[in-house]
């Protein structure tokens, strides 16, 4: 069988392009959609991503500005910072960006960032209104993969989906978003977990695969049935002396092991990374937007 290989490249363009006749019709009513990024430390990641979403945003005519603070940032001076930005009527979105230092409370920030303003769609509002399926921010990446899904025509309904993976910003919503009584949802989800005794069970019935666990080759080939489609959220460094950073970048799945088994597959990269800043870029032009309809 040969693959189709789901290009997040492709789709994230897709959704950049729809986004500036959005973006040029705001600015036409004199509303420049703008994103507030809060960079707390010198987590290196967090910095190539946070220069990453800055990019997009300049790309697109989003003003976007990055707020970089030490690392020894107090919670009191954070939440003080938050309350500002809430309060700042020229910012639409706020973003601070994970993991925060150790002493720092994500769960506290996450609650404290208006609800209106939350374009990460972790705040526990958002999630509560996802799950009952009213219109709200959805934290980006599983976003981005129902994108994808769109995009390439895969109708998740009435198909058995498994998702290897709980966490609050993909598992979760992903999960959330599958079973709803919506397009492209209707789904019959399971979630997989380090507790679940015996993953390949499950994901032998799956019709769809979403895989968020963080470690390579988690999904194999031997775990699937033929025709399977497997999306790949996975984003692993490995070493490779063979490249120039000595490292490469994998995903969850065993790529090479499962393309003559698969229907349709993401690689990584290229799959489903590029879709989170694009949907980011999205909740950002929907929040700017929610000001003409108040
Ligand atoms: P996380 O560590 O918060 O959660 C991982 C989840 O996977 C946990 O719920 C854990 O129970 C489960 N898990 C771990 N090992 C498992 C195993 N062997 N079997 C079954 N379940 C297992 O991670 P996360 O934030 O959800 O991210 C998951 C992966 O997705 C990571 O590789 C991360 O880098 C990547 N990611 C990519 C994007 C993107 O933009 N593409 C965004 C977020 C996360």
């Not at 989906?161 to 598992?171: A, L, M, Y």
Request: net charge neutral.
């Amino acid at each position: 069988m040969s693959a189709l290989i789901l290009c997040g490249k492709t789709v994230s363009k897709n959704v950049k392009n729809n986004l500036k006749s959005e973006i040029a019709i705001l600015k036409a009513k004199g509303i420049v959609p703008s994103l507030a990024v809060v960079l707390v430390g010198d987590n290196p990641a967090s910095h190539v991503y946070v220069r990453n979403k800055q990019k997009a945003a300049e790309e697109l005519g989003i003003y976007s500005v990055t707020m970089q603070y030490d690392a020894s940032m107090s919670q009191d001076v954070l939440n003080r910072l938050i309350d500002e930005l809430n309060a700042d009527e020229h910012f639409h979105g706020i973003l601070v960006q994970l993991p925060l230092p150790k002493h720092l409370n994500e769960n506290e920030v996450i609650q404290r960032i208006s609800p209106d303003k939350d374009v990460d769609g972790f705040h526990p509002v958002s999630v509560g209104k996802l799950v009952l399926g009213q219109d709200t921010f959805v934290s980006c990446t599983p976003a981005g993969v129902m994108e994808i899904l769109k995009f390439y025509n895969i109708d998740p309904s009435g198909k058995n989906v498994v998702i290897i993976g709980r966490s609050n910003i993909v598992g979760k919503p992903m999960l959330n978003l599958l079973y709803q009584k919506a397009t492209y949802a209707n789904a019959t989800v399971t979630i997989c977990h380090t507790r679940t005794k015996d993953i390949a069970a499950h994901t032998k019935q799956a019709d769809i695969v979403i895989v968020a666990a963080g470690r390579p080759h988690t999904l194999t080939a031997d775990m699937v049935k033929e025709g399977v489609v497997v999306i790949d959220v996975g984003i692993n460094r490995i070493e490779d002396p063979t490249t120039e950073k000595g490292y490469s970048l994998v995903g969850d799945a065993d790529y090479e092991g499962l393309l003559s088994k698969v229907s349709a597959i993401t690689p990584v990269p290229g799959g489903v990374g590029p879709m989170t800043i694009a949907m980011l870029m999205k909740n950002t032009v929907i929040s700017a937007g929610r000001i003409l309809s108040k």
